[in-house]
C-alpha cells in the first residue's frame, strides 16, 4: 500500500511526528540511516500501526503515492543536503522534500533554488514543541511553495496543536520563511530563558528564597498575565528533587548554558537587517560566559563586588521581579517581530504577523497567554511598527517601568548580573527617547573620517572642515 508521506530520521523527534500522523490517520513510510534504529521503531512503538518501514531511499520513495512527500527530521546543515543529494535521482517533478529541522534560512533558501531546477518542490518547516509537542501537537511552520504546501496542509492540520478550534500551522511564505519564523521564534525563546533566569538569580541572592519557595512564586505566577509554557515548566524544575543527593535538582546542575546555534542566527541577521535585538543578543552572550566556568571561579577569587545586601520588603521586590520580567519579556516579543518585519520586508516574504502570533500560542516553547493580545495588536494595525506602541503593551510596559527600574537598580546595586532586563529596559528607554546622542557620533565620523553628517534644520548631507587641534 502505498503510503502518504515519508519520513527520513528516526530520532525521538522524528518518531513522534511518525506517530502523530498516523494517529491522525495518515500512512507513512519510514527510514533511517542506521537499519537496526527502524527496526526497533517498527517493532517497537509503531508495532501494529499503518507505518512502512524502508531500509534503502529507492524503497522509501517507491512506498509513497504520488506527487511524493518526503520529510526529513535530521541535523541541520550538511546531513540535510546529504539525503537531498540521495534523493534527488530518484524524484520526479512535482515531488516534494520537506526539512523539519532547524535549519538556516539561507541554506533553506539555495537548497528551493536548486531543487527548483528539477522540478521538485522544496518546503523548509519549522516544528517547535520538542519531543511531547512532536508526539502530541507543535507548532508548525512552512515555508516554501504554496501549492506544495496545499499538499500536505491536511496533514499538518492534523497534527498540530489546537487552541480554540484553531490548528497551530499556517502557511508562512515562500523559499526560506518558515525556517526565518522559526530562527526568530528561537531567539525569542532565548531572550524569554534568560530573563527567567535572572528573575529566579535576583529572588534567590536577595531574599535567599528556597527552590521550594521560588516553586510557590513561579506557580503564582503562571497563574496571571505571565502564564506560559516557560514559566509552567520552570515552577515544575524548583520542584524536582535529586535522587542522588536529596537537594532541589536545580541546585546541583552545572551553571554551564549551551546553544545550537538558532539565537546567535536571529542576532547575527538582525545586525545585517539593522534591527536591534538586544535582549535576543544579551541571552546569547549570558550562555557564551556561562561556558567559562574555570575563568569565572578564578575570577571570582580576585575580582571583588559590592558587600551589601538587600535591605528591602520581601513581598515588594519579589512584586517588582514579577513586573520587570512581564515589562522585559514584552520588549523581548517586541524585538523578535521587528525582527520579522524587517525580514518580511527585505527578502520579501509577506508574513502576516498576527498569523503568526497566532499559531505559536500552542505547541511551541514560546506559548504564552499574551500572544493574543499580540494577534490582536496586529490585527488592529496590520503595519504596526513596534509592538511597544501598540495601547495593550504600551499600557502594559509604561505602567510597570517603576518596578522594573528598581529590580535593575538593585541587581546592579548589589552586582548581580541581568544583562537581559537591563538591555530590554535600555532598548524602552532609547526607542521612546525622541533625541539620543547619535548627533555626537556623527561628529565623531565625520571629524576622523570624513563621513559627513545630516542637519536637524534643513535637508542634505553635509562635512565640516573640523578645526584641528
Known sequence: MEQDIGLIGLAVMGQNLVLNMEDNGFGVAVYNRTGSKTKDFIEGPAAGKNITATYEIEGLVAALKK??????????????????????PHLEPGDMIIDGGNSYFKDTERRTEELAEDGINYLGVGVSGGEEGARYGPSIMPGGQPEAYERVAPIFEAIAADVNGEPCVTYIGPRGAGH?????????????????????????????????????????WNEGVLS???????????AEIDDETGKPLVDVILDKAKQKGTGKWTSQDAFDLGVPVPTITSAVEARVISGFKSE??????????PDGTYSGDRETLIEAVHDALYASTICAFAQGMAALRAA??????????????????????????????????????PDLSNLLVAPFFREAVVGRQSAWRYVVQTAIGLGIPTPGMSSALAYFDSYR????????????????????????????TFHTEWTWT
Not at 506527487?67 to 534523493?87: E, S
Not at 522559526?182 to 528556597?210: C, F
Not at 520586508?345 to 497567554?369: F, T
Request: with cysteine; proline share 2%.
Open 228 to 238: 506560559s509554557y516557560l514559566m509552567e515548566i520552570t515552577a515544575d524544575i524548583f
Open 67 to 88: 506527487p511524493r512527500a518526503i520529510m526529513t527530521m535530521v541535523k541541520a546543515g550538511w546531513p540535510v543536503d546529504a539525503f537531498i543529494d540521495q534523493l534527488r
Open 344 to 381: 518580511s520586508a527585505e527578502y520579501e516574504y509577506d508574513l502576516d504577523y498576527g498569523e503568526v502570533a497566532k499559531i505559536w500560542r500552542g505547541g511551541c516553547i514560546i506559548r504564552a497567554r499574551f500572544l493574543d493580545d499580540i494577534r490582536a495588536a496586529f490585527a488592529e494595525d
Open 180 to 220: 526565518y519564523v522559526k530562527m526568530v521564534h528561537n531567539g525569542i525563546e532565548y531572550g524569554n530563558m534568560q530573563l527567567i533566569a535572572e528573575s529566579y538569580d535576583v529572588l534567590q541572592r536577595t531574599l535567599g528564597l528556597s527552590a521550594n519557595e521560588l516553586h510557590d512564586v513561579f506557580s503564582e
Open 433 to 460: 527617547t525622541a533625541r539620543l546622542p547619535a548627533n555626537l557620533i556623527q561628529a565623531q565620523r565625520d571629524y576622523f573620517g570624513a563621513h559627513t553628517y545630516e542637519r536637524v534644520d534643513k535637508e542634505g
Open 296 to 305: 569565572r571561579e578564578a575570577a571570582s577569587e580576585v575580582l571583588s563586588g
